[in-house]
């Protein structure tokens, strides 16, 4: 039973997933704003996003285009569902896209995307390096690349510190790969960003 908790962040699933997505919903809000300010979201950008949870960054993304589309990508059901309500009326006018999948094997073609991001979701890629060879494949040349994660000193994140995810990335072959920290100390959170070259 506790595994079975334990895991729900990695895959929420049925109604304790959406217990879970409704407190992820509190706690990530900071991490979901903040990660799609930082993106240079024009009205035309194709953008990316793997692991949408319940899809509050998918909603701040598609505020920003007009013309646009802001794909995601899901390995849950249960966060489908709940992300497909939150954004209805951006999908009926084509401005959003979600579906099922997993970043290991990315469903898109090469050189697709303006921006790839994702939050609080690279913990769970097995090994991280596939998951980030994908995005590197579906970004255009000079595309962002931007993963936010928690910089905490608890065991589970202690594997994902700053230093840590920009190697990660830059052994997956991006460049300029800068570290921008979260502005709350109460809520440690970076985001990893570099470009396709
Ligand atoms: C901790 S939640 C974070 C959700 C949201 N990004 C946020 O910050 O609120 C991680 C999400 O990533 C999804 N996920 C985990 N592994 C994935 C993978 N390999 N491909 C796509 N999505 C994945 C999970 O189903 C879950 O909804």
């Known amino acids: 039973m506790i595994n079975g908790l334990r895991a729900q962040p990695g895959k929420p699933t049925g109604i304790v997933g959406r217990i879970v997505g409704y407190i992820m919903d509190i706690y990530n809000q900071e991490d979901n704003h903040w990660t799609v300010s930082l993106l240079d979201i024009s009205e035309t950008s194709k953008v990316l996003e793997i692991g949408f949870g319940t899809g509050l960054a998918i909603a701040d993304a598609a505020n920003k285009m007009k013309y646009g589309c802001i794909y995601g990508i899901e390995l849950s059901e249960t966060m489908q569902k709940v992300a497909q309500k939150r954004n209805r009326n951006a999908i009926k006018s084509g401005r959003v ?3 099922m999948g997993d970043v290991m094997s990315l469903p898109f073609e090469d050189n697709y995307f303006d921006i790839v991001y994702s939050i609080n979701c690279i ?6 390096t596939q ?7 579906v970004l255009k040349p000079e ?7 928690r910089n905490k000193n608890d065991e589970v ?3 994902w510190k700053p230093n840590t995810v920009r190697d990660l990335l830059l052994s997956s072959g991006f460049i300029n790969v800068k570290i921008l920290e979260g502005l ?3 809520h440690p959170i970076y985001c990893a ?5």
Do not use: D, M
Request: charged share 20%; aromatic share 12%; proline share 12%.
């Open 193 to 197: 960003i570099g470009n396709k070259p």
């Open 123 to 128: 913990y769970f890629w097995e090994p991280p």
């Open 143 to 149: 595309g962002t690349v931007a993963i936010t994660a």
């Open 97 to 99: 896209k979600l579906q």
């Open 157 to 159: 994140y202690l594997r």
């Open 184 to 186: 709350n100390p109460k």
């Open 131 to 137: 998951g980030l060879t994908e995005i590197h494949r």
